[in-house]
T-cell receptor, first 110, second 114 residues
Framework: SQQGEEDPQALSIQEGENATMNCSYK?????LQWYRQNSGRGLVHLIL?????REKHSGRLRVTLDTSKKSSSLLITASRAADTASYFC??????????FGAGTILRVKS | EAQVTQNPRYLITVTGKKLTVTCSQN?????MSWYRQDPGLGLRQIYY???????DKGDVPEGYKVSRKEKRNFPLILESPSPNQTSLYFC?????????????FGPGTRLTVL
């Protein structure tokens, strides 16, 4: 079952611009995570935000969580060509399972 | 170096020929899991394990088996592979349950079943 759904499916921006990706989910969660995947490679963890947190920062990344709207957003500021990747949100709905969305493909043009 | 390793990285096989994809982690993690990734579907969990000798079905367990005899290893077994199991497979591990902690992913195994 797919819990999180990312939006947009694909995003193309110029280097230096900000990139915003959104994730919506269906059921209550304990926390939400964002991962990055470079083409065909393993996923790399970016940020984990708990259900009692509203915002979290890590370097050029900013994640927000709105549990009332069941949504989260990932903002990458001052994007670089190296940020080109797929980005996935993953939710913990209990039961020791992590459920991933279908992902947003980000392309940063230099 | 802390890592999750998978072998083989690439595998082409034929329908019905049993195969095993190995997964090993060196971080002493309790939790391990297997995912498959298909275009447009994201990652779907196949099986997970909370600890040695404890395994549970994920969302798409049909056609797969797993075992957890040692903490570091979590092999994925396809007893009789079929073409619809052609996919990119990832093993992951984490200190505790899948959603509560960072998960560390292996590099992936690209499987083609003819």
């Amino acid at each position: 079952s797919q819990q999180g759904e990312e939006d947009p499916q694909a995003l193309s921006i110029q280097e230096g611009e900000n990139a915003t990706m959104n994730c919506s989910y269906k059921t209550s969660i304990n926390n939400l995570q964002w991962y990055r995947q470079n083409s065909g490679r393993g996923l790399v963890h970016l940020i984990l935000i708990r259900s009692n947190e509203r915002e979290k920062h890590s370097g050029r990344l900013r994640v927000t969580l709105d549990t009332s709207k069941k949504s989260s957003s990932l903002l990458i500021t001052a994007s670089r060509a190296a940020d080109t990747a797929s980005y996935f949100c993953a939710t913990d709905a209990g039961g020791n399972k992590l459920v991933f969305g279908a992902g947003t493909i980000l392309r940063v043009k230099s | 170096e802390a890592q999750v390793t998978q072998n083989p990285r690439y595998l082409i096989t034929v329908t019905g020929k049993k195969l095993t994809v190995t997964c090993s982690q060196n971080m002493n993690h309790e939790y391990m899991s297997w995912y498959r990734q298909d275009p447009g579907l994201g990652l779907r969990q196949i099986y997970y394990s909370m600890n040695v000798e404890v395994t549970d079905k994920g969302d798409v367990p049909e056609g797969y088996k797993v075992s957890r005899k040692e903490k570091r290893n979590f092999p994925l077994i396809l007893e009789s592979p079929s073409p619809n199991q052609t996919s990119l497979y990832f093993c992951a591990s984490g200190p505790t349950g899948g959603g509560t902690d960072t998960q560390y992913f292996g590099p992936g195994t690209r499987l083609t079943v003819l």
